[in-house]
């Protein structure tokens, strides 16, 4: 078991639309308040500029030297930091925390979920990857803001080894009872240290709430802030997660029962499970295939397919369709075989086998909200499409990643 820092605290600020004046607050809290050596303090989400969209280029341009003030003052205050920042990405703007020590960026977290009411799935992409930062100082684990509310997040990480759930937050006061009960909840289910820091201040309508705090492993609340500016830090006790997982432990304990074969149904079935999926909120995507040997460019393409929505199915052609478009010697794998393969990739939601010539009656009668095919296909020609927009939905084309191919794969094991 690591160390954590000896002690951690948050500084809720108010984050207003003035680099230059946020960058200033930080500085003179520092100097103000004399941390202990080796502290780690918190910061709010984008702390450095807000959601200023109308600047946010110019934040993302200056985001490599507030890193590296940030390192200067924890070289000058022998602490380290922790606090969100604007980052270019290949695939666009993320919404990065990061964690800065004396040597510099020691460990960083993308938000995995831009919250759209504020208009961030415009602005920022989310995250494709989580890994929990580990570090000299501890493993942490790391979250931004709307992230807090999905604790799949969290106990990734905790189950990687994260000792400290570090979470920067611009949550609105009108919400400010969820807030507290998700970061109590993250660190009694995760049996970790949390702290989680909130701005103050007002910007526009939306008035935040503060009310940072630091929660034990077993859900003590051992400091928290009010709604105004505030700076708080407790000294940590490195014992506290053994003597809680002592008891009983929900975080190592990681038994498979499920069964992924019940991802595959039949259509009668399949249909009223996914009006209630569509119930329940989720974008329904849909795709089909063969998938008789199962390769790299399958998956790499179901993945792709999956970021499209919250819910893959796969129409799955039968063994006596394949039959009839490749002929006699196809398929090699049995489509209940192939069936229960797709079932077990973690992308992919559900299964069904259809018979028919297209999935035309598959896609009329589940109706996605988006409908895939590979790039090979015109948009203009693939099977269900005009169904599918003229129900309001989407049609979208995903590119082929790598020289991959069933067909190619068998004439090869024939060659050899």
Known sequence: MTTLPPHIGFLQMDVCDNPPLNLQTLEQQ??????PSGTLLVLPELWHGGFNYEILDTQVAETPSILKKLQSLCIQHDII?????????????????????????????????????MDEDSHFVPATSLQAGNTEHGIFAGLVCYDLRFPELARQQAQQGAELLIVCSQWPRARIHPWRILLQARAIENQIYVIGCNRVGITGNTIF??????????????????????????KMDNQARAAVQAKFNTVGARPWRMADKSKVYALDKLIPTIKQVKENGQRVVFTNGCFDILHEGHVTYLEAARRQGDCLIIGLNSDLSISSIKG???????????????????????????GDDTPLNLITSLMPDVLIKGADWPIDQIVGGKEVMAAGGEVKTIEFVGDFSTTGMIAQIRQK
């Open 209 to 234: 709430g503060g009310h940072s705090m630091l929660i034990g492993p077993d859900g003590t609340i051992l400091a928290e802030g009010g709604d105004e500016p505030d700076l708080q830090y407790a």
């Open 328 to 354: 006699p010697d196809r398929p090699v794998n049995k489509e209940n075989s192939r069936a229960r393969l797709l079932a077990a990739l973690g992308c992919v939601d559900y299964v069904v086998i259809f």
């Open 30 to 35: 520092l100097e103000d308040s004399s941390l």
């Open 81 to 117: 930091l922790a606090g969100s920042l604007p980052t270019q990405e290949s695939q666009g703007i993320s919404n990065t925390l990061y964690i800065v020590d004396q040597s510099g960026v020691v460990a960083t977290f993308a938000k995995q979920h831009p919250f759209s009411p």
